[in-house]
């Protein structure tokens, strides 16, 4: 599925042709854009020449580049496709979920991890590309072909990752895994495009914060006090919500501010501080979460829920308790729910992120996320049916 | 005609308005025949009403006056981040 319809019919577009030899099938992300069958064309001869034809680099070193972009870009559709094909080339999926997830640990051979560290970076730090990062690749033995080759690889991984989400295409096949979070490590940055992506409905230009958060940057440490008086409440409530103890939420909440003024320099106003300052909190909270012995994994899962209290509820449940009751009822509940769907509930629920942004902050695909959600809000109502049902109406379990 | 557990599946992008139109006027067809589906779109509808606008999590008043100054004393002495925490 995607947010565009796909045709019954994809043959009439022999270009389409180029995918099924090289890849075995036609992913969902071409026939997504079949309203121009004749961009599909352009995007098809750009990347048979670039990707499937043979060039300067290998085709493994391309699909690495492909991996580790699209990695970089916490995007699991292409990593998932992608395996698909590298395991026909001989490449085991284990080591090309890996390239995706840390290409640093994938065993790689020294060029060839040079080369993913120049694909990343050009994808995470576009301006920080210099000369010197040509060199390193030329040290590495790389001739000037493949240096070009390197760059278009990487743009096209990137044009392809944009139009993946921009269309909402959902992957070919099952991933075998989701990418983890990576956590904040300002040699990488590999976070900087997911903390600072703005929220859809967010002017960044009007940022209420601009003015301290500059003068902080100009070396004025006091004026980070007010952005901590400023949002101190709101990022307690992410973080209460995810660690369930106030005061390990208080503990998270000075390290995120910590980790906020030391990564101040390198936030470059692209979603206002508040969002980014938020992601940063969620991060911090979440690492916490994932450090705690009695934790459940944030795994994916496929097993079944089936809801089992089906009794109707009053016609305005809200009326039966006070703002206060609700509000602790509600809390005592969500605490109670396993801590995957309660993480995943309260990103969309109560912080209200986007799908995508939360699929991102948790490091799942987004049909992956919204299973999560969704499981989370059955599994919270059938824990209030006692509270809200009408009295007499029948329970079925 | 789309079973009850079809339903549930998309249930959570029925919740959130965000449902193709003619997914849509299946689930509008199987919820106008099956009672029980929809008394389970009611009362979760109604459970994420009672979520969203409860409130619930917020901190009560102003951040506290202590809180503030641990966080900006660690800033100004320069405190380095604790290692991040790990199971035993």
């Keep these: 599925m995607s947010f565009l319809p796909e045709p019954e019919e994809e043959a009439d577009v022999a270009t389409l042709a180029i995918f099924k030899k090289n890849l075995g099938f036609v992913p969902r992300i071409f026939r997504a854009q079949m309203a121009r069958p004749g961009l599909v064309e352009s995007q098809a001869k750009l990347i048979d020449t670039l990707l499937f034809a043979k060039g300067a680099l290998t085709r493994i070193q391309k699909e690495f580049i492909l991996l580790g972009v699209s990695g970089a870009n916490n995007n699991s559709y292409f990593p998932v496709a992608h395996s698909k094909a590298l395991e026909f080339l001989g490449v085991k999926a284990q080591q090309s979920e890996q390239v995706a997830i840390d290409h640093r640990q994938a065993n790689l051979s020294e060029p060839d991890t040079a080369l993913l560290d120049f694909a990343r970076k050009l994808t995470l730090q576009p301006n920080g590309i210099s000369i010197a990062d040509v060199d390193q690749l030329r040290k590495a033995d790389f001739t000037d072909e493949q240096i070009l080759e390197a760059v278009l690889m990487t743009g096209l991984t990137n044009l392809l990752n944009s139009v993946q989400l921009g269309l909402g295409v959902e992957p070919d096949f099952k991933p075998r895994v989701t990418f983890p979070l990576k956590e904040v490590n300002p040699e990488i940055g590999s976070e900087r495009p997911m903390l600072e992506r703005p929220l859809a409905e967010e002017s960044v230009s009007a940022d209420p914060d601009a003015e301290f958060v500059a003068r902080v940057k100009a070396g004025d440490t006091d004026a980070f006090e007010e952005l901590v008086r400023r949002h101190g409440r709101r990022v307690y409530r992410s973080l209460i919500g995810l660690l369930g103890n106030a005061e390990e939420a208080e503990d998270a909440l000075q390290d995120a501010f910590l980790k906020a003024f030391q990564h101040l320099p390198e936030f470059e106003g692209r979603a206002r501080f508040s969002t980014w300052l938020v992601r940063i909190a969620l991060n911090t909270g979440l690492q916490r979460l994932r450090g705690r012995k009695d934790f459940e994994t944030l795994d994916d899962d496929s097993e079944e829920f089936r809801p089992r209290r089906i009794q109707a509820w009053q016609d305005n449940p809200e009326d039966l308790y006070s703002r206060e009751e609700l509000k602790r009822l509600v809390e005592t509940e969500v605490m109670k729910l396993p801590s995957k769907y309660r993480v995943a509930l309260m990103l969309r629920d109560l912080e209200e992120l986007s799908t995508e942004e939360a699929a991102n902050v948790l490091g799942l695909t987004i049909p992956g996320l919204k299973a999560r959600v969704l499981r989370g809000r059955l599994m919270l109502r059938e824990s209030m049916v006692v509270y809200f049902a009408k009295s007499g109406a029948g329970v079925n379990s | ?88």
Aim: with cysteine; net charge negative; glycine share 4%.
């Design chain 2, 1 to 88: 005609m789309i079973s009850c557990q079809d339903f549930i599946t998309e249930l959570g992008s029925l919740l959130d308005n965000d449902v193709a139109v003619e997914i849509r006027e299946q689930l509008e067809t199987h919820l106008a025949h099956c009672n029980t589906c929809q008394v389970l779109y009611d009362s979760t509808r109604k459970t994420l009403r009672i979520v969203t606008d409860s409130g619930s999590f917020e901190y009560a008043g102003p951040i506290e006056e202590p809180l503030v100054n641990k966080i900006m004393d660690r800033i100004r002495s320069g405190c380095e981040l604790p290692p991040p925490p790990t199971s035993k």
